[in-house]
């Protein structure tokens, strides 16, 4: 298995950041011309992998679905750092810390608008990790 770690830099607002362009290299790099899985893991408690088309206010109109189901107000037990942080606890179990690509040939085999996002609401951490892992076929 090849494996590699990857900083995101978030800043202080929350985020879908995209990592197609880091998955890319990353694969160019590792695994040119071979088939297996990409596996993108996040080791954090409070952010996740998505899937999801990324532009055309795609990323815009999740960020809104997230505050509409996990509002950033006091009603979280989990209550340190920044107002509504329990929330970011929650995000996980909608947002998975992780996916699984199959790659073709070196390549992600994702579908036309498909893109690898990294959704994060914990504004108290503006530097994250991502660890990228080629599972060879």
């Not at 297996?36 to 998505?50: C, K, N, S, Y």
Request: glycine share 8%; charged share 20%; proline share 6%.
């Amino acid at each position: 298995m090849e494996t590699r770690l990857i900083e995101v830099k978030t800043g202080r607002s929350e985020v879908v950041h995209d990592l197609t362009p880091q998955c890319a290299a990353f694969l160019h790099e590792t695994a040119p011309d071979r088939d297996g899985l990409l596996h993108v893991f996040v080791p954090h408690a409070t952010a996740g992998i998505a899937l999801i088309e990324l532009g055309a206010g795609s990323d815009d109109d999740l960020l809104a679905a997230l505050r509409d189901l996990l509002p950033a107000d006091d009603r979280w037990r989990h209550a340190h750092g920044s107002r509504g942080h329990g929330r970011s606890h929650v995000l996980p179990a909608l947002i998975a810390p992780y996916a699984s690509i199959p790659v073709l040939r070196g390549e992600m085999a994702l579908g036309t608008w498909q893109s690898v996002a990294f959704v994060d609401l914990n504004v108290d951490n503006p530097v994250r990790y991502v660890r990228l892992s080629f599972l060879a076929g």
